[in-house]
């Protein structure tokens, strides 16, 4: 692992809180979005060909929720204006996510940061990393909804490559299939033990 200066970047800290979710749950949500090996592979592929587009991955994210004034509004003060220090400080911490979901193991470390990056969008700790005055909570029907936006934008990305198509068609399919199981796993703090 390499060393960030990134601001709030905590997937290497060791003293981040181990998550509620279990390995073993975890291999059966695997098991239930049918993401194995292959996608793996699929992903490190993706993290290749990512690799020096990623801040056009963010410009067409960030111009998404910027024309969108009540996704905007979360990255906003309560009376909606919005905060750049907190959109730029979230931007980089973005762009290392989109690196961890094609490049790193699955494991309990990255369980335990996916419980931090669920846990920051809602009210127990959204703010609190960036010390912003924003609004507290970010409801879960949006982070299941951004499912299908953060998947269908990446698509473009990943062709762009020289890769053919059958090999850009696996590199959705994991992302797609990473990104609904991280949403999954997200929406343990908000479902609690319905989860
Ligand atoms: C934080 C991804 C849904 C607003 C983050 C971070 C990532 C991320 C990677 C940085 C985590 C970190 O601090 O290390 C995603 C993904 C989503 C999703 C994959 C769903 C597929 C949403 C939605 C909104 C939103 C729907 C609202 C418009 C934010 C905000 C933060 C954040 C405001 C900063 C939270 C804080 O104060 O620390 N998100 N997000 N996200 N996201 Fe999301």
């Given amino acids: ?11 290497d800290d060791p003293a981040l809180a181990p998550s509620p979710i279990t390995p073993v749950d975890l291999d059966l949500l695997k098991a239930t979005v049918l993401f194995g090996p292959d996608d793996e592979a699929a992903l490190r592929t993706a993290a290749e060909v990512l690799d020096g587009r990623i801040e056009q991955v963010l410009d067409v994210w960030y111009g998404f929720v910027g024309s969108h004034p009540h996704l905007l509004a979360y990255f ?9 220090d907190y959109l730029d400080r979230v931007r980089a911490r973005f762009a290392l996510w989109i690196v ?7 494991d309990e470390r990255w369980l335990a ?36 936006p953060i998947t269908a934008t990446i698509r ?28 999954t796993l997200w929406s343990q703090p908000y479902a609690g033990t319905a989860w």
Wanted: hydrophobic residues 30%.
């Fill in 156 to 183: 473009p990305f990943l062709a762009a490559g020289g890769h053919d198509d059958e090999q850009v068609e696996a590199m959705f399919q994991a992302w797609f299939k990473s990104v609904t199981m991280q949403v």
């Fill in 76 to 84: 906003s003060t309560p009376d909606g204006e919005p905060i750049g």
């Fill in 113 to 148: 940061y996916q419980n931090e990056m669920a846990l920051r969008h809602t009210a127990e700790k959204k703010n609190k990393t960036d010390g912003v005055d924003s609004v507290p909570h970010i409801p879960l029907r949006y982070l299941v909804a951004f499912i299908y």
């Fill in 1 to 11: 692992t390499t060393p960030t200066t990134t601001p709030g970047y905590d997937h």
């Fill in 100 to 106: 961890d979901t094609c490049t790193r193991p699955y």
